[in-house]
């Protein structure tokens, strides 16, 4: 018993479910990180004593973070074209390139957040740490959860290759449009905490 | 999308990642200009949002997406923007009794 | 996939199914529990209210000393009642049972379009609802600053304050995952034939619902992980500078707001109620067009008007805080939508009111909860308008007539139209009947009952006696004169709760009855009803899967044979 549409498209939308359906995920993840920004606009205006990104926080370490996950973005993009090309070594070759630069940005963050405490700049020093810390570690959570399902499909979830290659095709794009949202959350978190 | 039409776009995203990392050098350096608070922060998030787009329309093959995808994401945006907006907007036009 | 149908453990086919028919029964069983247990909550409530300072009977040795409700318990109570009504009880009966289990057969699909995924958010909402609950056994007992959790006092209250924080967390997400379940499988899985504006109604209020909760409720989920921080790591979000506690000035950094958590929390507790109430629209819709034997009178109207409401519920959220200092601009502006927004409601009403006019009317007890519907929405509906007019919310805000507004419109309102829905689907289910005369006692019981909890809180409200008074008015001299209303509101609410023995002892008696072998018993037109398999429904739903060739609303038909025509068939 099949659910309809799941690796075909519908006809009329032009969609597959997998798809729709991250889409839909991502747009609620949209307002998820909107809030928290929301609420960084509704605090900033608050007061006048604001800190600059660069009081706290290292810029030359973020901007090799966000190289970081741009090229991890490229790769994984890549890796969904190479099963669109039939080459499944290249998809784990790839797929492989991706875990290591979403690694590398995890040991970055793992530095940066050392060298905050270590300096005694907690979240609860004031509110623009409390921000930071909080927007970036929901954030690391979901590079984690990026990690763990890009890591599976590299590992025993690549059988499906074999069984159901269209299918297995799908889950990688999938998996790979909520990494390019990682990404993109990144690439605004960047200026707004770090330079402005 | 077929393999020749996946090869194409397998070019695009080499050049798209070039112009992101180029733009990210970009966001760093222009932080260092001194445009005032207001100036900065339009700078700052403008430039980021050529970055996003193009992580968008190509990784994300937002540009050869189908309809239903579009009018879901015009809705989003829609409710994104009031939820930035209208809270800071309420609380600056609070009433002041001085 | 195996095509062969393979035996399945007791655990895989009832406790881990995949089944929507089977998650939709766990969810409605789980809620139904969650309803009951918020309605006792409120029971003990009540007698505080009626009799200040008197032992509570039967429970008053789980309260406090001498049996006394202390007040500190009574805002626990007042806060878990709301909370466990809202997101234990009717949102997850409402959405999560009735949604997935009638969605799929209402639009010709043989499950949703992601089985595990919603497997898995009925778990997720379970958990979420385990951990809520275990608050009252925390120390400082369960959350106790109101379902709205606004700080500075949520902030600084009892570790149940954290379990309700974490509780949210598990079922706003459990939420995400039915709402995008329910917006795939509307858009894709719809059978042959079946279009848009061929949808039952029903579907229609399931699909705008999941994109209210989509899109709606992850600013709270946000503002929850704030509040989190600022409870775990005290972090000062929504602490402001300065603050004294039990005259200690709190070690915090400060410079927060608390009106960011209302803004956060209000950007989705708007749109929540009208969660609460398009179900319902829904599920009333789809039994009085049963029931008076004709089309529903302005179906594209009824649409057009939902689609605009859900968009509008998204700009009207600061009605909640006009006394919060806002200035006049952006008070006029939340003021006007708010008054723009009763526009769809009353046109979705009237389609509904004008829907019965000319109508064959079978007072079942179905059509019976659907009309009772009618009035007292009307009644919830009106008395929300002094409440969004800025001036006059200045008398009601926080009065009872808050609460008396939106008790009508979930109680007699929303919940009339799931007993509606519970008592019409019930055949569908189990091939079985429920007794009529039961329906009817519980319908003419409840109705008088709820109206006399209700009602008065208008009047009290008015005199202004505020909402969450532990002794309910008694130590205020603008509340002398209407004080003995609690008695009377309390004594109707007990009675209330007994009244719900005849829907109990109805649904036992019934479940226990013999199987009718009836597949469309109220002779409907939906698909749910005449191309399913018998009850209770197998695999797959359908024997064979149907094609639509009109619209869910056929009955009557000139110079047809029956009164009716199922969508399924040429006609």
Redesign the interface.
């Known amino acids: 018993m099949d659910i309809p549409f799941n690796v075909k498209e519908r006809p009329d939308t032009g969609l597959y479910n997998g798809k729709l359906g991250i889409w839909f995920f991502l747009a609620s993840e949209v307002m998820l990180f909107g809030g928290l920004f929301s609420a960084y606009i509704f605090l900033r205006n608050g007061v006048d004593n604001w800190p600059a990104g660069t009081d706290y926080l290292d810029v030359p370490l973020a901007t090799l973070n966000t190289l970081f996950l741009i090229s991890s973005s490229v790769t994984m993009v890549m890796s969904w074209a190479s099963l669109k090309l039939n080459d499944f070594n290249k998809y784990k070759f790839y797929t492989l390139i991706t875990l290591l630069f979403a690694f590398g940005f995890l040991v970055i963050k793992y530095f940066e957040y050392s060298a905050k405490f270590s300096h005694h700049y907690y979240p609860s020093t004031n509110n623009f740490l409390g921000i930071y810390f909080t927007m970036t570690g929901l954030h690391v959570l979901h590079i984690i959860g990026g990690i763990l399902v890009i890591g599976y499909f590299y590992g025993p979830g690549s059988k499906m290759w074999n069984s159901d290659p269209e299918r297995f095709t799908n889950r990688v794009e999938i998996v790979g449009l909520y990494w390019h949202f990682v990404d993109l959350v990144w690439i605004f978190l960047f200026p707004v905490l770090y330079l402005l | 999308?077929t393999?020749e039409e996946?090869?194409h776009?397998?070019k695009t995203?080499?050049l798209?990642?070039v112009a992101?990392?180029f733009l990210?050098?970009v966001?760093?350096a222009i932080?260092y200009i001194d445009l005032g608070?207001k100036g900065?922060?339009a700078l700052?998030?403008f430039?980021?949002s050529i970055?996003?787009s193009l992580?968008?329309c190509y990784?994300?093959h937002l540009l050869d997406e189908?309809?239903?995808?579009y009018w879901?994401?015009i809705?989003?945006a829609?409710?994104?923007l009031?939820?930035?907006f209208?809270?800071?907007?309420?609380?600056?036009?609070?009433?002041?009794v001085y | 996939m195996s095509e062969g149908h393979h035996k399945q453990s007791f655990w895989s086919k009832y406790i881990w199914s995949t089944d929507h028919k089977v998650i939709g029964i766990q969810y409605g069983i789980t809620s139904l529990v969650w309803l009951l247990f918020g309605f006792a909550l409120m029971a003990i409530m009540r007698y505080q209210l009626a009799y200040p300072g008197s032992p509570v009977p039967i429970v008053g040795s789980l309260l406090g000393e001498g049996g006394i409700l202390p007040s500190e318990m009574y805002n626990s109570l007042g806060a878990m009642h709301g909370t466990i009504m809202i997101f234990l009880g009717v949102v997850p009966l409402a959405f999560g049972a009735f949604g997935n289990y009638l969605v799929p057969l209402q639009i010709g699909a043989i499950d949703m379009a992601f089985p595990k995924l919603n497997a898995a958010s009925y778990w997720t909402y379970f958990l979420g609802s385990v951990i809520m609950v275990t608050g009252f056994f925390v120390p400082g007992g369960a959350a106790n600053s109101g379902w709205t959790s606004y700080p500075p006092l949520a902030n600084t209250a009892t570790m149940g304050q954290t379990v309700w924080l974490l509780g949210m967390v598990m079922l706003i997400t459990s939420s995400l995952l039915g709402s995008v379940n329910i917006l795939v499988t509307v858009i894709q899985l719809r059978t042959d034939g079946m279009t848009w504006m061929k949808l039952p109604i029903f579907v229609w209020t399931q699909f705008i619902t999941a994109f209210l909760l989509l899109l709606a409720f992850p600013p709270l989920e946000a503002a929850g992980i704030l509040q989190l921080m600022d409870r775990l790591v005290n972090t000062s979000f929504f602490m402001p500078s300065g603050l004294v506690v039990s005259g200690e000035v709190l070690q915090n950094a400060g410079g927060g707001s608390p009106l960011l958590w209302q803004h956060l929390f209000w950007f989705l507790a708007h749109p929540e109620v009208y969660v609460l109430i398009l179900p319902a629209f829904g599920i009333v819709t789809e039994v009085i067009a049963n029931n008076t034997r004709k089309p529903i009178k302005g179906y594209n109207s009824l649409v057009y008007a939902m689609v605009f409401l859900g968009f509008m519920s998204f700009i009207v959220w600061a009605h909640h805080m006009y006394l919060t200092g806002m200035g006049t601009t952006i008070g006029a502006f939340f003021q006007t939508t708010t008054m723009i927004i009763s526009i769809p409601s009353v046109v979705i009403l009237t389609a509904l009111l004008l829907s019965l006019w000319g109508g064959s009317i079978r007072f079942n007890t179905p059509m019976l909860f659907a009309l009772g519907f009618l009035p007292m929405f009307g009644i919830g509906g009106l008395t929300g308008l002094p409440l969004g007019l800025a001036a006059a919310d200045i008398h009601l805000h926080d009065t009872y007539y808050v609460i008396g507004h939106f008790h009508y419109v979930v109680a007699p309102g929303t919940i009339f139209a799931l007993f509606a829905g519970i008592y019409y689907w019930f055949p569908k289910l189990t091939g079985k009947r429920t007794n009529e005369t039961l329906g009817k006692l519980h319908f003419f019981s409840s109705f008088i009952c709820m109206n006399g909890v209700f009602m008065p809180m208008f009047v009290t409200g008015l005199a202004g006696v505020s909402r969450r008074l532990w002794d309910g008015g008694e130590s205020y001299a603008h509340a002398a004169g209407v004080f003995q209303l609690n008695e009377l509101m309390s004594i109707s609410a007990w009675l209330l709760g007994v009244a719900q023995l005849f829907f109990i002892i109805n649904m036992v008696i019934s479940l226990r009855s013999k199987k009718t072998g009836e597949s469309n018993p109220w002779s409907a037109t939906t698909i749910d009803w005449t191309d399913t398999t018998s009850p209770p429904l197998g695999h797959g739903n359908f024997d064979k899967v149907p094609t639509v060739y009109h619209g869910p609303y056929e009955y009557s038909v000139p110079g047809s044979k029956k009164d009716f025509l199922p969508q399924s068939q040429k006609g």
């Open positions: 999308m393999p996946v090869k776009h397998v995203y080499v798209v990642f992101l990392a990210t050098i966001t760093v932080s608070v900065g922060i700052g998030l430039v980021a970055k996003a992580v968008a990784f994300m189908k309809a239903t995808i879901t994401l809705a989003t829609i409710s994104f009031i939820l930035i209208l809270p800071v907007g309420a609380f600056l036009a609070q009433a002041r």
